[in-house]
């Protein structure tokens, strides 16, 4: 569930209309709807096509749009690195908004362990019958054990997938202090428009 944000200034946003920018986002409930400002978002999901884009799938249909899309399941855009969480940031320096990109393994390997669990404690019950706390370790590591396996493999294999897409400095001032939204909740930051440091990052409503 994506977290809004506003960039809201005093000095130029009072006044005005909320300019609602959420890429990747099918609807959204915003608090102080009347304030003006930028609505955004922490990020969202994306699909990598066979040509390099990047296709948005908007929350809360990201599955129906992936399928639209693309004719693939999320699990099968999964296991292809296929599947990009692009992040939203702010430059603390200069207050412009950038991106960066992450792999997302979405899962893959979930429902082999949640089936290597129930088989383990189907084995125990019928066969082994350890003690109950080596029991609940034996269906812990059953159950999480794929999950892990595909997520290093998927990263080690496709990692490459986000990374021209990734951001580790300012495009606009280059510098290094770029930050989450939320990490940038606690800083006054420079307005791109009066160059004043006066802009704020507020949690405004969710996804």
């Known amino acids: 569930m994506p977290t809004l944000y506003r960039k809201y200034c005093p000095t130029c946003d009072p006044n005005t209309e ?49 399928q639209a899309a ?39 390997g979930c429902i082999a362990g949640l089936q290597l669990a129930g088989i383990a404690i189907a084995l125990n019950t019928l066969v082994f019958s350890f003690h109950p706390i080596i029991e609940v370790f034996l269906v ?10 595909m997520d290093r493999y998927i990263w080690l294999r496709y990692r490459g997938n986000a990374s021209s897409y990734q951001t580790r400095r300012c495009r606009q001032c280059g510098g290094s202090h770029v930050r989450s939204l939320a990490r940038a909740r606690k800083y006054s930051l420079c307005c791109p428009r009066c160059r004043q440091m006066t802009m704020k990052i507020e949690i405004t409503g969710r996804s």
């Open 18 to 66: 909320t300019d609602v920018t959420c890429d990747g986002i099918v609807g959204a409930v915003i608090t102080k709807s009347r304030q003006g400002g930028e609505i955004i978002s922490d990020g969202y999901f994306a699909y990598l096509s066979d040509q390099g884009d990047l296709v948005p799938l908007p929350h809360p249909v990201e599955s129906r749009a992936l």
């Open 70 to 108: 693309a004719g693939v399941t999320w699990t099968q855009a999964a296991i292809h690195g296929r599947l990009i969480h692009i992040h939203n940031l702010i430059c603390t320096d200069c207050g412009t908004q950038s991106t960066t990109a992450t792999l997302h393994t979405g899962g893959a």
């Open 140 to 149: 812990w590591a059953a159950m999480f054990a794929p999950l892990l396996i």
